[in-house]
C-alpha cells in the first residue's frame, strides 16, 4: 500500500555553532550531562566521549537535511555492500571535514586537554582485513563527498581483526576490542530490525485466486539490529548512513524458555544469535569455508534487502521501480546470496512473476570483482545451502537453468565451457559458485584496475563474458584524499597551499600544478623538510615500540600491506639479506643508508606467511646488531598494521614496494597513498601500478620484472626456476644463508621448506624476478644519491595522484553503473 506520511517540511532544531566559544561550552555540557562526570576528575577517555559527542551533534544537523533532501527530491539510491569495512579512526576526519579541527582544539586547550592525545586514544574500528574493506570505507567517504545518496550495510563485529603482537618473532592473534568503552558515534535502531531465517523447509500456499505461491518456513529465527554511524563528507556536504548489523536472539522465543524455567537454554541461544557477528573472518584472499561465515553472509545480506525493499515501498508503494530508484553494489561476491534473497522477496513476498522479477533484479544489482586467485574465489557446498538456505538453493537452480539455457540457445559453447559459466561446480563434491551467481544477476561486473578488468575477460569469465557481453567494465581503485593526505599529512598540505593555494583541496586535479615547481630547490628544501619531520615522528614510533634506534636521513623504504606470498615480502627480505652480505663483504663502499620497514598481518592459518614474519624478525636481530654493517641497513617489523598505523608510516616512506607478482593484485590501494605522499614507487606491472606508470611517467617510477603475459606464460610451460637461481651468486648465497640457518641458528631448519618451495615450483616468481628486482634498488640508491633528482621526482608524484582519488573512482560508478547525477565529480 502506499504511503506518504514523511511531512518534509516539519520543523529542525537550530543548528550548533561552529565557534571555539560554542564548542568549548558544548563540551563541557557533554562531560557534565551525558558523560556524568566533572571536570575535575574527568579522564581522558571522559574527554575523548564527550568531545565526540560535540562534533556528533554538528554532523546530525547535515544528517536530517541530507535524508530530507533524497526523500524531498527521489532521487535515487546507491546501496554499498561489504562485508568489510576497514574504517579506522572517525574522529579526526570528521572533524577536518566539517572544519572544526582547530577550534576544537582550542576549546579543549581551554581545559587543558590536548586534542593529539585524544584523537590517539580514539580505537581503532578495524571491521576488515585490507585492501578490500578500507576501499569501502574510503568509497563511503567519497559518496558523501561528491554528493550521493547512499548506505553502506555490513556487519557490526564485535572484534573486528586480530590485534597482532609479536612474541619472539612469531605473530600471535589476540582479540580487539574495539567496543571496550562504547561507541559514541553509533546510535541504535532498534525499530529498524528484521528477522533472518535459517533453514527449515519450503511449503507451496494456495492463494485466494487459485494460484499457489511457495513459502519458506525457516527452522531458526534471529534478529538483526541496525546500527547506523553517520558519514560526513568533505566540507560537510553531505552525511550518508553506515548501517552494520547486529544479531540478536528473538525476545519472545526466549522470554517463553526463561518462564519455563530453561535458563541454561535461554542463554545458550542468545550466545548462538549473537555468534553470528561476533567476530570478523581474519582471511585475506582466501576463502572461510565455515558454515558460521555463510551464515553472516546471509544475515547482513537479507536484513540490507529487506531494509532496502521497506524503504522503498515506504516512498513509492511498489516494487516495480526498484531499479529506477535503487542501486545494490556488491563488494566481492560474500554478499552475492543477496541476488537469490531479492528473487525470493519479489516472488514469494510480493507475488511478482519471475521474468519481471529477474529482469529487475539484474537491473539492481552491480558487482565488483576483486581478485582472480582460485583459492580466492567463494564457492559454497550445494549441500550446506540446501540446508540453510533451501528457498534460495532453488532459486539458484532456476537462475542456472535459465543461464545454461540462454549458452544453448546462443550456441558453440563446448561441454568444458558450458561446465564453466555454470552456477554449480561438479567436479567432486557440487559447489555454488558465488563469482558466478553475482554476474549472472547483475548487470554490471567491474574489475578494480585496467589490467585486472582485462585478465576477467580472458580468464575466470571469458565465456560468461562471451554469452553476456558488454557487462564486464573497469573501475580502478581508489583512495579518498582527505585522509591519505590531507589528515595523515598535515605538514605537506600546508607546504602545498603556500605553494599553489588551498584550492587543490576541493579540486585534486589541481595538484598537476605542482608539476611545474618539481625542479626548484627552495620547494625541493621545504619538500624534503616535510619528509624528514614525517621521518622522524616515525623513527619515535620505531624507538618506542622496538626499542630500535633508526637514522632520519637513511632512506625509509616501506612495504606494509597483508602478509602474502603472492605480494612477495619474502622477495623484498632476500634481498635485504644479499644487501647485508654485500655491505659486510665491501665495507669501503659508499652505500646508501636504509631502513626497510615491514608491517602486516599474516592470516592465522596461512603458514608461509606467519613463517616470512618470523623470518623479517629473524633477520633484523642479524641485521641490526651486527656492528660491521654500522648502521647502513636496518630492518624493522611494526607490529598491528592498521589504518591508523598506515596513517603514520605512510607520510615518512621514501620508497614504497608494490612487488606482487604480476598479475595477482587486482589493483592495490596502498600504492596510491604512497603516491600522494611523494615516495617514490620500485612496483612490478600489476594491478594499479600500471596505471600509475602512464599518471606519472617512467621517469618517475621504477619499474622491474615479469609482466602477467610473462608469469602466465612459464607457469604454462611449468619452467623451472633452478637455471635462475644458478645465474645468480648474489640470490643463491642468500638462499643459502637463509636455509642453513644464519639467521636461525636455535632452529637451522626452520626456513628449509619456504627456501625450498622456491627451488621446486616458485609459484610466486621470487627466483626468476630477483635479479632484476636487485638491478631495480641499486638504480634507486643511485637515484638517492642525486638529491635534486629524487625530490624532483617524488613532487611529480604528488602532483599526478589526482586520478587516483576515490573522488574519481566514485565518479565513475555514479555514471557508469549506477546512473547517479554527482557534483564536482
Ligand atoms: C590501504 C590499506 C591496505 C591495502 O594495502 P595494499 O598495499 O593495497 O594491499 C591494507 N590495510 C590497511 C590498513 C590499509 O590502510
Given at each position: 500500500m502506499p504511503q506518504k ?304 525493499v521497506?524503504?522503498h515501498m515506504q516512498a513509492y508503494g511498489d516494487l516495480g521501480s526498484l531499479s529506477d530508484k535503487v ?19 519479489l516472488?514469494?513476498?510480493h507475488g511478482m512473476?519471475?521474468?519481471p522479477?529477474?529482469?529487475l ?465
Amino acid at each position: 500500500m502506499p504511503q506518504k506520511p514523511l511531512v518534509l517540511d516539519a520543523p529542525v532544531p537550530e543548528r550548533r555553532a561552529l565557534t571555539t566559544e560554542a564548542l568549548q561550552s558544548e563540551i563541557l555540557e557533554k562531560l557534565t550531562y551525558s558523560v556524568g562526570k566533572d571536570p575535575i576528575v574527568a579522564r581522558p577517555h571522559d574527554w575523548l566521549k564527550a568531545t565526540i559527542l560535540t562534533v556528533r551533534d554538528r554532523i546530525i544537523d547535515q544528517w536530517m537535511e541530507s535524508s530530507r533532501e533524497t526523500w524531498r527530491t527521489s532521487n535515487k539510491r546507491v546501496y554499498y555492500l561489504s562485508l568489510e569495512f576497514l574504517i579506522g579512526r572517525l574522529m579526526r576526519d570528521a572533524m577536518s571535514n566539517i572544519g572544526v579541527m582547530e577550534p576544537v582544539r582550542a576549546a579543549l586547550k581551554n581545559f587543558n586537554v590536548d586534542l593529539g592525545d585524544l584523537i590517539n586514544l580514539e580505537p581503532d574500528a578495524a571491521l576488515g582485513n585490507g585492501g578490500l574493506g578500507r576501499l569501502a570505507a574510503c568509497f563511503m567517504e567519497s559518496m558523501a563527498t561528491v554528493n550521493i545518496p547512499a548506505y553502506g550495510y555490513g556487519i557490526r563485529y564485535v572484534h573486528g581483526l586480530f590485534r597482532q603482537e609479536m612474541s619472539e618473532g612469531w605473530q600471535v592473534e589476540l582479540p580487539e576490542d574495539w567496543l571496550a568503552h562504547g561507541n559514541p558515534w553509533e546510535f541504535e535502531r532498534r525499530e529498524s530490525s528484521y528477522e533472518i531465517g535459517f533453514g527449515g523447509h519450503v511449503e507451496p500456499v494456495q492463494e485466494p485466486d487459485g494460484t499457489t505461491r511457495l513459502e519458506w518456513r525457516p527452522a531458526e529465527h534471529l534478529l538483526a539490529v541496525a546500527f547506523d554511524t553517520p558519514i560526513v563528507g568533505w566540507r560537510g556536504k553531505r552525511v550518508n548512513t553506515l548501517r552494520l548489523w547486529s544479531a540478536q536472539p528473538i525476545d519472545p522465543i526466549l522470554l517463553d524458555k526463561f518462564n519455563a524455567g530453561d535458563h541454561i537454554g535461554a542463554l545458550e541461544e542468545s550466545s548462538r544469535a549473537a555468534a553470528v557477528t561476533r567476530v570478523l573472518y581474519p582471511a585475506d584472499s582466501t576463502p572461510s569455508g565455515q558454515e558460521l561465515r555463510l551464515r553472516q553472509e546471509f544475515f547482513f545480506s537479507s536484513a540490507s534487502l529487506q531494509d532496502i525493499v521497506r524503504r522503498h515501498m515506504q516512498a513509492y508503494g511498489d516494487l516495480g521501480s526498484l531499479s529506477d530508484k535503487v542501486a545494490i553494489q556488491l563488494n566481492d561476491t560474500h554478499p552475492a546470496i543477496s541476488i537469490a534473497e531479492l528473487m525470493r522477496i519479489l516472488i514469494d513476498i510480493h507475488g511478482m512473476a519471475w521474468a519481471p522479477a529477474w529482469k529487475l533484479t539484474k537491473a539492481t544489482f552491480g558487482y565488483t570483482n576483486h581478485t582472480l586467485l582460485p583459492e580466492a574465489l567463494e564457492t559454497w557446498p550445494v549441500g550446506l545451502l540446501e540446508r540453510m538456505l533451501p528457498r534460495q538453493m532453488q532459486i539458484i537452480y532456476a537462475i542456472n537453468a535459465e543461464v545454461l539455457g540462454e549458452a544453448r540457445k546462443m550456441g558453440g559453447f563446448t561441454d568444458s565451457q558450458i561446465a564453466n559459466l555454470s552456477l554449480i561446480d561438479e567436479h567432486g563434491s557440487r559447489r555454488v559458485r558465488m563469482g558466478q551467481l553475482a554476474f549472472v544477476g547483475s548487470h554490471s561486473i567491474n574489475g578494480v584496475s585496467a589490467l585486472h578488468s582485462e585478465l576477467l575477460k580472458k580468464t575466470l569469465f571469458s565465456d560468461l563474458d562471451r554469452l553476456y557481453p558488454e557487462r564486464i567494465n573497469n573501475k580502478t581503485n581508489g583512495v579518498t584524499p582527505r585522509r591519505w593526505l590531507l589528515q595523515c599529512n598535515p605538514g605537506l598540505t600546508r607546504l602545498i597551499s603556500e605553494r599553489i593555494g588551498p584550492d587543490f583541496q576541493d579540486d585534486f586535479s589541481l595538484l598537476a600544478q605542482l608539476d611545474k615547481h618539481a625542479d626548484d630547490p627552495t620547494f625541493q628544501d621545504q619538500f624534503k623538510a616535510v619528509k624528514r619531520a614525517n621521518k622522524v615522528a616515525l623513527a619515535q614510533v620505531i624507538k618506542d615500540r622496538l626499542g630500535i634506534v633508526v637514522s632520519p636521513d637513511a632512506m625509509f623504504d616501506v612495504q606494509v600491506k597483508r602478509i602474502h606470498e603472492y605480494k612477495r615480502q619474502l622477495l623484498n627480505v632476500i634481498e635485504a639479506v644479499a644487501q647485508y652480505s654485500m655491505i659486510r663483504s665491501h665495507p669501503e663502499k659508499d652505500w646508501v643508508p636504509r631502513v626497510k620497514v615491514f608491517a602486516g598481518k599474516a592470516a592465522p592459518g596461512y603458514w608461509n606467511a606467519k613463517l616470512i614474519i618470523k623470518l623479517i624478525n629473524d633477520v633484523a636481530k642479524v641485521v641490526n646488531n651486527d656492528p660491521a654493517v654500522r648502521g647502513l641497513l636496518k630492518v624493522v617489523f611494526l607490529p598491528n598494521y592498521n589504518v591508523s598505523l598506515a596513517e603514520q608510516i605512510i607520510p615518512a616512506a621514501d620508497l614504497s614496494e608494490q612487488i606482487s607478482t604480476a598479475g595477482m593484485e587486482a589493483s592495490g590501494t596502498g600504492n596510491m597513498k604512497f603516491m600522494a605522499n611523494g615516495a617514490i614507487t620500485i612496483g612490478t606491472l600489476d594491478g594499479a601500478n600500471v596505471e600509475m606508470l602512464e599518471q606519472v611517467g617512467p621517469d618517475n617510477m621504477v619499474i622491474f620484472g615479469l609482466t602477467a603475459d610473462k608469469v602466465a606464460e612459464k607457469r604454462n610451460r611449468s619452467e623451472v626456476p633452478r637455471s635462475a637461481i644458478d645465474a645468480s651468486p648474489a640470490l643463491r648465497q642468500a638462499l643459502e644463508a637463509i636455509s642453513s640457518g644464519v639467521f636461525s641458528p636455535d632452529d637451522p631448519n626452520r626456513y628449509r621448506d619456504l627456501i625450498g618451495g622456491l627451488y621446486d615450483h616458485d609459484w610466486f616468481m621470487v627466483a626468476r624476478d630477483f635479479d632484476a628486482y636487485a638491478a631495480a634498488q641499486r638504480d634507486i640508491d643511485e637515484l638517492w644519491n642525486k638529491p635534486r633528482k629524487w625530490y624532483s621526482m617524488a613532487i611529480r608524484n604528488t602532483a599526478h595522484v589526482s586520478w587516483f582519488s576515490s573522488d574519481r573512482t566514485i565518479s565513475q560508478y555514479a555514471k557508469e553503473i549506477w546512473g547517479v547525477p554527482v557534483v564536482g565529480g
